[in-house]
């Protein structure tokens, strides 16, 4: 259920970041990533939703990040305002950008609001894929589990170095 998810999602959070290696902090990643995404969320209400994000590094491995997102949620022929507020961590299989692809993991904490029932908490747990930059940016998509099935785009500034 979802403690197992939250306790899957804690135990890959503690790994990634124990096989970090120590760095100073002049070799990190500097500054935050913006990030403008779409997501599709399935579930017993479907949801579409347009948010915006913001990441900091938290090694060479992790970012954390934060998101807000807005939209609409269909139940019974019936839709209603949705929204969603994230906080998450990405762990980066590829940091230093040595391939064309970045693959990475993402787990975090979402409260979720879909004007048929209160706001209620769900544990997030997905993986992720970013492009080569282009023109300053990076295009992606994730693939979560997070109150339903979520799928995501998004377009991201790029860091001057880095993922």
């Not at 969320?41 to 590094?57: D, E, H, K, R, Y």
């Not at 693959?103 to 080569?132: C, H, K, N, T």
Request: overall charge positive.
């Amino acid at each position: 259920g979802t403690s197992r998810r939250g306790a899957v999602a804690a135990t890959l959070a503690v790994l990634a970041l124990a096989a970090s290696p120590a760095r100073g902090r002049a070799q990190l990643p500097a500054g935050p990533q913006i990030e403008g995404r779409i997501d599709a969320i399935t579930a017993t209400t479907p949801s579409l939703q347009g948010g915006v994000a913001v990441n900091v590094p938290a090694g060479l491995y992790a970012r954390l990040g934060a998101a807000l997102a807005g939209g609409a949620a269909w139940r019974d022929g019936a839709s209603r305002g949705a929204a969603r507020a994230d906080l998450f961590a990405r762990f980066l299989l590829d940091p230093f950008r040595q391939s064309p692809l970045g693959f990475y993991g993402v787990g975090g904490l979402s409260a979720m609001y879909d004007g048929f029932e209160s706001w209620r908490p769900r544990v997030l747990a997905g993986i992720g894929v970013e492009s080569r930059i282009r023109h300053g940016r990076a295009f992606g998509a994730e693939l979560a589990l997070g109150g339903g099935v979520r799928l995501a785009v998004f377009v991201r500034s790029a860091r001057a170095s880095g993922r």
